[in-house]
């Protein structure tokens, strides 16, 4: 390659570097250093050029020579000014796409609808050090809650060491990662302290904190119930055990107060009841239990019942959910196609139009039932006004296995098909006596392993369970997605860092890849 061709590319740098050195300066790296050391480095480029070409000087004198120049010097300056705005326009809006596969720097459905229903202002007060380790991802969780609701939500962070009064009005512990979200002024502040810092933990401490008056589950006993309070033993898993703290600390978490109920005798269901949940059964109900709960839904009352596989209601508690369209099959609900492994692990993505489970369609989540017992949704011998619609049903391979055994297949005189495996049914009672709401409602899902420890991580039906929970006592914003169990891997980076992953992203790259163009385009002109 000629000279004077070597001259007009390292000339073309030269620009490039002189162009580029003000906004080095000014935006993407505020070293004054390097922003001279390019001015410096341009202008020696620029020195070779001139010395390559001094002989052809007086042809820019010609007007071709001279549109050429002029045009090039304008293309080059609009191209300079065109990535100065976009990364000014970047800056500004502070625009950010999430390309995690599981959404790790995205708020969930749950957070952003709990921050854009805050109705007054909510502070996070974060008692940490600047040097603390957790200090920049806690800080990052908050931007993005201000973010989203920035004339609600605001934070601060103090550190616990310089203001010990403070730490002492909140009751913190020495060495202890605390954030206190407080509502209010003065006299009528409320708080709520935490000391796992999550989005999970984050935003039920949002709900809680918000939440006028706590919502009272009773679960009923003395059928065999799954206990809520101790560990049991895994299903067919000797040796084993399992619980339901999990679902227990979700709904605490979520503002849900928990207690035994024991119907025996013809005791009646509480005045505070919000709801009543009867999970996983395996013994008869009495016809006196059964008039208890027959009572309280025909005045308004609210009820989940938890199915389980190798339990029966009995005559009484099926007449009940029969009369709310519900009808529970003997034997096991297998699938063909949809399972996890087994057939009797049938996974589900097939969903009603049901608010339930809405949000679980449009998020594309399965549900895995590990053991499901097959709904029927009745038209016939059903109380006054009630409708009821199957919320999750198998796909069109599943079928009940009536004898389950190692060898699942459909068998003749076995119902095969699309099955129910949750129902929902309402019934007008606005003119019951002594009501507790105007309209009843009655959640049935066939598998109540849903609710153990060991199915509980599984994000489809966490959200199913607790979806159930907001539709039945009428807290609509609790029918959402919640915070996933996220296992983020994230790598720490400091200023100096990040500052230098800034400077290239911004500015050593795009100017190379502009000169590379500059260096071809001037090469293929010279040909």
């Known amino acids: 390659m000629k000279a004077s061709n070597i001259g007009k590319i390292l000339g073309g740098f030269g620009l490039l570097l002189l162009f580029s050195s003000p ?25 070779i050029y001139f010395a390559t070409h001094f002989k052809q000087f007086g042809q820019f004198a010609s007007r071709r020579s001279s549109f050429f120049f002029g045009s090039s010097a304008l293309t080059l300056l609009l191209t300079l000014g065109a990535l100065v705005a976009i990364n000014y326009i970047a800056h500004k809006k502070n625009l950010r796409w999430d390309l995690t596969e599981q959404k790790i720097f995205t708020l969930s459905p749950q957070t952003t609808s709990t921050l854009q229903g805050l109705r007054e202002p909510v502070r996070a007060i974060g008692f940490l050090p600047t040097d603390h380790p957790a200090y920049e991802a806690l800080q990052v969780t908050f931007d993005r809650y201000h973010a989203e609701a920035p004339d609600t939500f605001d934070y601060s962070f103090k550190d616990p060491r310089r203001y010990p009064d403070l730490a002492a009005r909140y009751d913190l512990h020495e060495g202890q990662i605390t954030v206190v ?7 009528s502040e409320s708080h709520i302290a935490l000391n796992v810092i999550s989005e999970q933990e984050l935003t039920n401490a949002l709900i809680k904190l918000t939440r006028t008056s706590e919502q009272k589950v009773y679960f009923v006993v003395g059928h065999g119930e799954w206990p809520l309070n101790q560990p049991m033993p895994m299903p067919g898993q000797r ?16 503002g849900y107060v928990s ?22 059964a395996k013994g008869r109900f009495s016809p006196s239990e059964v008039d208890s709960l027959r009572q309280y839904l025909s005045a308004g009352g609210r009820m989940i019942y938890f199915a389980e596989a190798y339990g029966e209601p009995g005559p009484d508690l099926s007449g009940l959910l029969a009369e709310y369209g519900v009808g529970i099959d003997p034997g096991v609900v297998a699938d063909a196609q949809f399972n996890s492994g087994s057939p009797y692990v049938v996974l589900s993505l097939f969903y009603g139009q049901h608010e339930i489970s809405l949000p679980l369609k449009q998020r594309e989540l399965n549900i895995e039932f590990p053991t499901s017992r097959a709904l029927n949704v009745l038209t016939q ?42 129902t929902a049914s309402t ?7 002594d009501r507790r709401s105007d309209e009843a409602r009655l959640v049935v899902v066939g598998d109540s392993e849903l609710l153990m420890d060991s199915n ?5 039906n966490r959200n199913l369970v607790m979806n159930a929970l907001g539709w039945t006592t009428s807290q609509e914003d609790k029918v959402t997605i919640r915070p996933p169990d996220r296992a983020a891997s994230t790598l720490q980076l400091d200023a100096d860092m990040l500052h230098r992953i800034r400077f290239v992203s911004t500015d050593v790259l795009p100017l190379s890849l502009l000169g590379v163009g500059l260096a071809i385009w001037l090469s293929r002109r010279n040909k």
């Open 23 to 47: 906004f080095t300066l000014f935006f993407s790296s505020g070293s004054f250093a390097i922003a001279a050391v390019k001015v410096v480095a341009g202008l020696v480029l620029l020195g």
């Open 181 to 187: 979200l407080t509502r209010g002024e003065g006299a």
């Open 239 to 254: 040796g084993r055990t399992t619980s339901l703290s999990e679902m227990k600390q979700q709904l605490t978490q979520e």
């Open 259 to 280: 207690q035994e109920l024991n119907l025996a005798g013809g005791t009646t269901v509480p005045r505070d009841a919000a709801l009543v949940i009867v999970a996983g």
């Open 381 to 422: 011998g059903l109380a006054e006004g009630v409708k009821v619609v199957p919320v999750v049903s198998t796909s069109p391979f599943g079928w009940v296995e009536q004898k389950p055994d190692d060898k699942p297949a459909p068998g003749e005189g076995e119902r095969t098909g699309q099955i129910p495996l949750v």
């Open 427 to 433: 019934r007008g009672t606005s003119g019951a006596p």
């Open 456 to 460: 509980w991580g599984h994000e489809g």
